[in-house]
């Protein structure tokens, strides 16, 4: 999941976990990670990442309040699918 270039600058005026989510959602919007793909588990992402498991913890809660990602208790997280428009 990690390109070339850091994911997270501690000296921008943004919370870290905003970055990890903003990241993360653009791999979504980019189609990086498709509809039904499974995130890794936080602490793979938080050392991938090089952030606290606490940052990607709030990050995916920020992510499930976008409506980008669904999380099933003891199965992991996952990319959703996109609201059907009617």
């Known amino acids: 999941m990690s390109d070339q270039e850091p994911v997270v600058d501690p000296k921008r005026p943004v919370y870290v976990y905003v970055q990890v989510a903003d990241h993360i959602a653009g791999l979504i919007a980019a ?8 995130l890794e588990g936080e602490r793979e ?4 990442l090089g952030v606290a498991i606490g940052s990607v913890r709030r990050a995916i809660e920020e992510l499930r309040e976008r409506g980008l990602v669904v999380t099933l208790a003891a199965k992991g997280t996952y990319v959703a699918e996109p609201p059907v428009e009617g």
Do not use: F, I, V
């Not at 189609?31 to 499974?38: I, Q, S, V, Y």
């Not at 992402?45 to 991938?48: S, Y």
């Open 45 to 48: 992402l938080a050392e991938q």
């Open 31 to 38: 189609g990086k990670l498709k509809p039904g793909a499974r």
